[in-house]
């Protein structure tokens, strides 16, 4: 192939084909929209990893070196599928895509500025086998100094958590911390536990699991489209789990993406959630009342991260 060898063929370096006609093959879905250096770090990370059967790569928007480098490594392993041409369609929608590409019954969504350290795929999928239908694993989510990053395992998300969260009043007033969404200041677990919510930034899920819960909501354009598919997992009668053996560095913030249209997907994101998990008029109506309130918090935040800096 243009005088590039390909690689020796093992167990791990299946086509595409044997993907799918493998029972257990892994799959490895990544969206990237505009991810600098970082990504390549990250593709090097999956294509290591023994347990990795395939890597799609959905390309939402790229510079040409990036296009090139996911070519080139096309080209030289097996593994490894790129999907593009369709556009900036979204987080939800390119996870869904990538999904239905994957030849594997086993699906790793991971963002292209985290790390997988060693035995993290390893540990995902052993920790779905024989679990309720439908289940989802999160990893233990690090920042670059290795402390547990923020998001990585929460509570249970509602307007009224996520107002005294985001005031800070559920970690500054004893008597409201049991409203604190984010529990990563908690001693971590020394087993795999059941929590309401976990990070979007890699987490593993059976096909047919998956599928079941009708994928990622396509609603949502950026951010909370994994706190929905954790609620919705929920909602069928299956767990969602932490796994604190499963590490994953993950950077954050190397999209190219401004600030402040990252917080807006945010806040909209939040409020759509809000909406959809709505019991009766009251609650539905309450959501609505909020919609301005949550879009234009999360908007301060920029401005509020920039005067800081200043």
């Known amino acids: 192939m243009n005088g590039v060898a390909a690689p020796r063929r093992t167990a791990e370096t299946l086509t595409v084909a044997e993907v799918g006609e493998h029972p257990r093959a892994v ?3 990544m969206v990237i929209y505009f991810p600098g250096e970082p990504m390549k770090r990250s593709l090097a990370c999956v294509l290591a990893d023994p347990a990795v059967s395939e890597l799609v790569v959905v390309d939402n928007g790229s ?7 996911l070519r080139a490594l096309a080209v030289t392993d097996h593994r490894v599928v790129v999907v593009s041409g369709q556009g900036n369609v979204g987080f939800a929608r390119a996870s869904n895509l ?3 590409k994957a030849g594997g019954e086993r699906l790793v969504f991971l963002n292209p500025d985290a790390f997988l350290q060693p035995g993290c795929i390893a540990e995902l999928v052993q920790a779905i086998e024989n679990r ?6 999160g990893a233990r989510v690090l920042n670059a100094d290795g402390t547990e990053q923020r998001g990585g395992r929460r509570g249970e998300i509602t307007p009224l958590s996520a107002m005294l969260s985001l005031s800070t009043l559920a970690a500054r007033i004893p008597a409201l911390s049991r409203f604190e969404v984010h529990w990563e200041s908690d001693t971590s677990p020394d087993h795999m536990i059941e929590v309401p919510t976990i990070s979007g930034a890699c987490f593993c899920m059976r096909r047919e699991d998956f599928e079941a819960v009708g994928g990622f909501d396509e609603g949502y354009f950026l951010h909370v489209e994994d706190v929905d598919l954790c609620w919705r997992v929920r909602g069928q009668g299956g767990v969602v789990l932490f796994h604190p053996g499963a590490e994953v560095i993950h950077l954050g913030g190397t999209s190219q993406t401004s600030p402040m249209k990252v917080e807006f997907h945010k806040g909209v994101g939040l409020a759509r959630f809000f909406r959809r998990r709505a019991d009766g008029v009251g609650q539905h109506l309450t959501a609505w009342l909020l919609w301005p ?3 234009g918090a999360a908007l301060l935040r920029p401005l509020i991260w920039q005067l800081r800096r200043g």
Not at 63 to 69: F, K, N, Y
Not at 132 to 137: G, T
């Open 27 to 29: 799959s490895v879905v």
């Open 63 to 69: 510079s040409a070196e990036e296009a090139a480098h």
């Open 98 to 100: 990538g999904a239905r």
């Open 132 to 137: 309720p239908v439908p289940s989802l694993v």
């Open 293 to 295: 309130v949550i879009v």
